[in-house]
């Protein structure tokens, strides 16, 4: 008996194809050899990713834990120097963030994502040298520069492989990278501090020199396994662990030209042109989407820097405070796919992404107005909710933002802009937990209370403002413009 053909996709956004693209029957493969085809990415391009993001955020934010092991007297400096050094980090990959996409457009995953990661290792390697405060912070500023682009350049990746309606998972997937490494990252400090003393290094140059040799570890494994894109899939050093046929090739290449509508190859030697990098830039639709992520990642930082001393000044030793942290950390992966699986199932991107924030700015609320009146555990549940709920909107944000846009450049640069917006965020985030305001830190969850408000107010004009035109559009009143491409249909 011959196998079911693909079912085409039902909920379709305004940037899907119209019923006169060709059938998956017409286009010669069926539902399994499908499924078979994205399998292989699910076990070869999505984990690697993963694995890449993971080694940069432990990379990035062991200086928690190194703060709890006397990492600042040793050196010598005050928190206002961390504050600056993670800022000057923060700047480093903002500056660089849309060539460095740009770059891995002409380069190619395989080779660019995979020297990042060995130039980042080997940067984070070295700072067992630092030894004041200019080392300091000329280390963080170089590692900025390392890192920059690979957040959007392995989410654009991901998008050269996927289909749009399989993307919000795999995104969530990609940060649980990133969240995952903020959970495990206290729990690694637990055990690496402990061998402060051994070899004349102090626990902290145990913990960059290992964990920065564990990235370097991680950038050879995507030299010889990570494949280039669907048109390209061999890996630069190696057929790779799992190999794609001609079949599969086939498969992966044609169904996203069927999801976009155009001929697509993928983010090997693709160029953008830099009139489309202005278009995309000063398509103002889509400037909510940055403000929001700005307002709401910002509150990020301060969390991720600080969470593990502020346990500690509750009264829990150096290994108790990092094994708490990893708590919150760890439950905010799980939060994480409940919205994207809310995201998926209702396809309400834009209303999934404000039930995220809401649920985060109450859990603030809560931590400002009870923290000063509970016993030490009470206060270190409530650190614990508001880590877990920091970031459970983020993933689905990325998704959301990518659903409206229409080629795969203009995805490409949108993505950069996105991520810009996230960490220009942290880079003034950094700021919102001072000394002077210990031990509740009342102040700066009065400005986190403040600035995911500010955030909600923008994702919520975001969807009246894709809605606003959608009517528009339907009632007649946007034409095609000037490249003959008919009005757009935004995903609210």
Same mark, same amino acid.
């Given at each position: 008996?011959?196998?079911?053909?693909?079912?085409?996709?039902?909920?379709?956004?305004?940037?899907?194809?119209?019923?006169?693209?060709?059938?998956?029957?017409?286009?010669?493969?069926?539902?399994?050899?499908?499924?078979?085809?994205?399998?292989?990415?699910?076990?070869?391009?999505?984990?690697?990713?993963?694995?890449?993001?993971?080694?940069?955020?432990?990379?990035?934010?062991?200086?928690?834990?190194?703060?709890?092991?006397?990492?600042?007297?040793?050196?010598?400096?005050?928190?206002?120097?961390?504050?600056?050094?993670?800022?000057?980090?923060?700047?480093?990959?903002?500056?660089?963030?849309?060539?460095?996409?740009?770059? /891995? !457009? &002409?380069?190619?995953? *395989?080779?660019?994502?995979?020297?990042?990661?060995? %130039?980042? =290792?080997?940067?984070?390697? +070295? @700072?067992?040298?630092?030894?004041?405060?200019?080392?300091?912070?000329?280390?963080?500023?170089?590692?900025?520069?390392?890192?920059?682009?690979?957040?959007?350049?392995?989410?654009?990746?991901?998008?050269?492989?996927?289909?749009?309606?399989?993307?919000?998972?795999?995104?969530?997937?990609?940060?649980?990278?990133?969240?995952?490494?903020?959970?495990?990252?206290?729990?690694?400090?637990?055990?690496?501090?402990?061998?402060?003393?051994?070899?004349?290094?102090?626990?902290?140059?145990?913990?960059?020199?290992?964990?920065?040799?564990?990235?370097?570890?991680?950038?050879?494994?995507?030299?010889?396994?990570?494949?280039?894109?669907?048109?390209?899939?061999?890996?630069?050093?190696?057929?790779?662990?799992?190999?794609?046929?001609?079949?599969?090739?086939?498969? /992966? !290449? &044609?169904?996203?030209? *069927?999801?976009?509508?155009?001929?697509?190859?993928? %983010?090997? =030697?693709?160029?953008?042109? +830099? @009139?489309?990098?202005?278009?995309?830039?000063?398509?103002?639709?889509?400037?909510?989407?940055?403000?929001?992520?700005?307002?709401?990642?910002?509150?990020?930082?301060?969390?991720?820097?600080?969470?593990?001393?502020?346990?500690?000044?509750?009264?829990?030793?150096?290994?108790?405070?990092?094994?708490?942290?990893?708590?919150?950390?760890?439950?905010?992966?799980?939060?994480?796919?409940?919205?994207?699986?809310?995201?998926?199932?209702?396809?309400?991107?834009?209303?999934?992404?404000?039930?995220?924030?809401?649920?985060?700015?109450?859990?603030?609320?809560?931590?400002?107005?009870?923290?000063?009146?509970?016993?030490?555990?009470?206060?270190?549940?409530?650190?614990?909710?508001?880590?877990?709920?920091?970031?459970?909107?983020?993933?689905?944000?990325?998704?959301?933002?990518?659903?409206?846009? *229409?080629?795969?450049?203009?995805?490409?640069?949108?993505?950069?802009?996105?991520?810009?917006?996230?960490?220009?965020?942290?880079?003034?985030?950094?700021?919102?937990?001072?000394?002077?305001?210990?031990?509740?830190?009342?102040?700066?969850?009065?400005?986190?209370?403040?600035?995911?408000?500010?955030?909600?107010?923008?994702?919520?004009?975001?969807?009246?403002?894709?809605?606003?035109?959608?009517?528009?559009?339907?009632?007649?009143?946007?034409?095609?413009?000037?490249?003959?491409?008919?009005?757009?249909?935004?995903?609210?």
């Amino acid at each position: 008996m011959a196998q079911p053909s693909v079912e085409k996709d039902t909920k379709k956004s305004g940037n899907d194809v119209d019923s006169g693209t060709s059938s998956s029957v017409e286009e010669g493969w069926i539902e399994w050899d499908e499924s078979k085809a994205r399998r292989k990415v699910d076990f070869s391009v999505l984990p690697l990713l993963f694995l890449g993001l993971l080694v940069f955020q432990l990379d990035r934010m062991n200086i928690a834990s190194a703060l709890t092991g006397g990492f600042a007297e040793d050196i010598g400096v005050s928190l206002d120097t961390i504050n600056a050094g993670n800022q000057m980090m923060f700047a480093g990959i903002v500056l660089l963030e849309i060539p460095s996409n740009l770059a /891995l !457009q &002409k380069l190619g995953p *395989r080779k660019w994502i995979a020297g990042q990661v060995l %130039a980042f =290792g080997t940067v984070a390697s +070295l @700072q067992i040298f630092i030894h004041n405060k200019a080392g300091f912070l000329a280390s963080r500023l170089i590692l900025g520069f390392c890192e920059s682009g690979y957040i959007p350049g392995a989410i654009y990746t991901l998008s050269t492989w996927y289909a749009k309606r399989e993307l919000a998972k795999r995104v969530a997937i990609l940060f649980f990278g990133m969240f995952g490494a903020n959970a495990i990252s206290p729990l690694l400090a637990t055990g690496i501090l402990k061998l402060d003393g051994a070899g004349g290094l102090h626990g902290w140059q145990w913990l960059f020199l290992l964990e920065g040799l564990f990235t370097i570890v991680v950038s050879f494994i995507l030299i010889f396994f990570l494949p280039g894109s669907p048109d390209m899939p061999r890996p630069l050093l190696s057929p790779g662990l799992i190999r794609f046929d001609s079949n599969d090739r086939d498969i /992966l !290449q &044609k169904r996203l030209e *069927r999801d976009d509508n155009e001929k697509k190859g993928g %983010a090997q =030697g693709m160029e953008i042109p +830099l @009139q489309l990098v202005w278009k995309t830039v000063t398509h103002y639709r889509r400037w909510p989407h940055f403000i929001s992520t700005f307002c709401l990642f910002s509150t990020w930082s301060s969390l991720t820097t600080y969470t593990p001393s502020i346990l500690k000044a509750l009264g829990w030793d150096t290994i108790a405070a990092n094994a708490l942290a990893a708590v919150g950390a760890s439950l905010s992966l799980v939060f994480v796919f409940i919205f994207a699986y809310i995201s998926d199932k209702t396809n309400l991107r834009g209303g999934t992404v404000i039930l995220a924030q809401v649920c985060f700015l109450i859990t603030l609320i809560v931590a400002r107005e009870v923290h000063p009146h509970v016993g030490q555990w009470s206060r270190g549940a409530l650190w614990t909710a508001v880590n877990a709920l920091a970031v459970g909107y983020h993933p689905v944000h990325n998704t959301w933002l990518q659903l409206n846009c *229409r080629s795969p450049g203009e995805r490409s640069i949108s993505i950069a802009m996105w991520v810009m917006s996230a960490i220009s965020g942290l880079m003034v985030g950094t700021q919102y937990y001072q000394a002077k305001d210990r031990p509740f830190y009342s102040n700066g969850l009065r400005i986190q209370i403040i600035m995911v408000s500010v955030g909600i107010v923008f994702a919520i004009l975001q969807v009246g403002i894709y809605k606003v035109h959608n009517k528009r559009v339907a009632e007649g009143k946007h034409e095609a413009d000037e490249d003959g491409q008919e009005p757009q249909i935004y995903v609210p």
